[in-house]
């Protein structure tokens, strides 16, 4: 649909866009990234025809745009300047009108039930409707960038440039512009061709992305292959880390700051984990970073509170995570900062021990309890029932994301393997168990000195996870047979 082919261009004698080729199809959305002065706005310039070419070719639909007049041409595509120099005495309605200019033939004289209709189908549809009769310069910057977009999207054209079209937008605006464009890129088949600073925004919303640097191409493709690392550190001239969005298939990137977080030395000790009936209690004064399958804040986070709870063995789990939040509160924490476990067994039984190593150490927390032991090759086979075994591994170290999941599987393995020297059953099946139905595992880090990026046997990390682990739950079952005993 739009086809831009070795574009230059700039200003007087200086070319700022340099060689520039692509093509976006109907239906579709480009985002255009860049770092500040690369050349963005200077490249929509180019293309809506405000700034004329060196050399290179820019087409819709096959025809050249030196082949159209300056009406047809705006008919064909509809422009949102970065900075507006529109007369501010104007209504609401009366800017948004503007946008119908190419689809007259005389000013106003001509105003039909079609120009009426686009005009307040684009107030709709960026909610302005209740101000119309407002003047623009009474307006918030949000509330006016929406005025334009509107006024864009009333020329009807098949071709939409945009020049951060979220500027001064809150975020719940920025998504609901941004889907209502993508939604008429969709079902009006619109090529959209947009200017973001927002590289997640970017991210999300576009089909194909493209970053320039000194009026460059640096790389061009689905979001997957422009938002990484390497380029954005790159052009971008600063740190960032890569991770994916939590619903879509799209690489999002976080800011990384330039000065190192001010925390002070903190070292994990065994001795400062708080074993009671109640609870096992480990308070960091700095965050730790943690991934864990808990009840309370499972997952990847950073936390300063761990509690392991002992609950009566009839413990409604239904609405667990309201009752644990409760009780996580009544203690005086914050459940933002909490991870917070459950078991029904005796917490005063819990092994917490600790491990030297060249890097530091570690502490490992286990509270096992195998009344209801489940062979897992078996589960298919069983009726569920509650047991836990809660393993915490504290690591003073500086861990990878990799290390983090080997840490959980080297826990896990040294945790079966204890399992089995106990002779410990699946009751129901009657073979050896591997784990309970409910067993969770936290790895929390304090990211401070050697760098560990890897936790499996291999590695001394490892190798203390997986001794540690064994060691610890042995142990704890150990304790757990006495109480039953008893
Ligand atoms: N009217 C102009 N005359 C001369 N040079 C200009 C003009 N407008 C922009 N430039 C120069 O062109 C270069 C690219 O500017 P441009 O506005 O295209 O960058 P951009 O990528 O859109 O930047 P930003 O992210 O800051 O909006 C800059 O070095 C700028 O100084």
């Known amino acids: 649909m739009l086809k831009i082919t070795e574009l230059v261009g700039g200003y007087g004698d200086k070319n700022i866009v340099d060689d520039v080729s692509f093509q976006v199809s109907k239906g579709s959305m480009l985002g255009i990234l860049g770092p500040n002065g690369s050349g963005k706005s200077t490249m929509m310039k180019l293309i809506s025809g405000v700034l004329p070419l060196k050399s290179g070719k820019i087409e819709i ?54 120009d009426e209709t686009a005009v307040t189908e684009a107030m709709r549809l960026m909610n302005i409707t209740h101000y119309e009769h407002t003047q623009i310069d009474r307006l918030s910057g949000g509330e006016q960038q929406r005025v334009f977009v509107a006024q864009a999207l009333a020329q009807n054209a098949k071709i939409l440039l945009l020049d951060e079209p979220t500027n001064h937008l809150d975020i719940n605006h920025q ?18 061709v947009s200017i973001f600073h927002d590289i997640n925004i970017a991210s999300m919303y576009c089909d194909q992305l493209l970053l320039l640097d000194h009026g460059k191409i640096i790389r061009m493709g689905e979001p997957h292959e422009v938002v990484r690392e390497q380029d954005i550190e790159a052009v971008y001239r600063t740190r960032v880390s890569n991770h994916p969005h939590p619903e879509l298939p799209k690489p999002q990137v976080t800011l990384l700051p330039g000065i190192k977080r001010q925390t ?8 400062d984990f708080a074993v009671s009936p109640n609870m096992v209690l480990y308070q960091s004064e700095v ?12 997952g990847a986070g950073w936390f300063r509170t761990f509690i392991n709870r002992h609950v009566d063995m009839n413990y409604n789990i239904d609405d667990s995570l ?28 819990a092994i ?15 509270t096992a309890g195998i009344g209801n032991a489940v062979d897992v090759s078996k589960a298919l086979e069983r009726a569920v029932q509650v047991g836990t075994i809660n393993t915490w591994i504290m690591v003073n170290g500086k861990l990878s994301d990799e290390a983090f999941i080997q840490a959980m599987i080297t826990a896990t393995e040294a945790k079966t393997k204890a399992l089995h020297l106990e002779g410990v059953m699946d009751p129901l099946t009657n073979t050896l168990a591997t784990g309970t139905s409910t ?3 936290l790895v929390a880090a304090t990211q401070q000195g050697e760098h560990l990026p890897y936790a499996g046997p291999i590695t001394e990390l490892g190798k203390l996870i997986g001794a540690g682990v064994f060691e610890c739950t ?4 150990g304790l757990y047979r006495e109480a039953k005993k008893a």
């Open 61 to 114: 639909k096959e025809k050249s745009i030196t082949d159209f007049g300056a009406k047809e041409l705006a008919r064909q595509m509809a422009v949102l300047p970065q900075l507006h120099a529109h007369a501010f005495a104007h209504t609401v309605r009366e800017t948004v009108s503007l946008g119908r200019y190419p689809h007259q033939s005389g000013w106003f004289s001509s105003w039909s039930e079609e």
């Open 175 to 192: 998504k609901e512009l941004l889907d209502t464009i993508k939604k008429q890129a969709i079902e009006k088949e619109l090529t959209v």
């Open 264 to 271: 002070e030395e903190w070292e994990i000790r065994a001795e």
């Open 287 to 298: 965050p730790l970073k943690t991934v864990s399958s808990a009840v309370i804040n499972a």
């Open 322 to 349: 309201i009752e644990m939040t409760g009780f996580i509160e009544e203690l005086g924490f914050k459940p933002t900062d909490t991870v917070g476990m459950m078991t029904a067994v005796q917490t005063q039984d």
């Open 352 to 366: 917490v021990k600790e491990y030297e190593a060249s890097f530091g150490s570690i502490v490992i927390a286990v």
């Open 439 to 441: 067993d969770s595992c």
């Open 474 to 477: 042995v142990e704890a079952i």
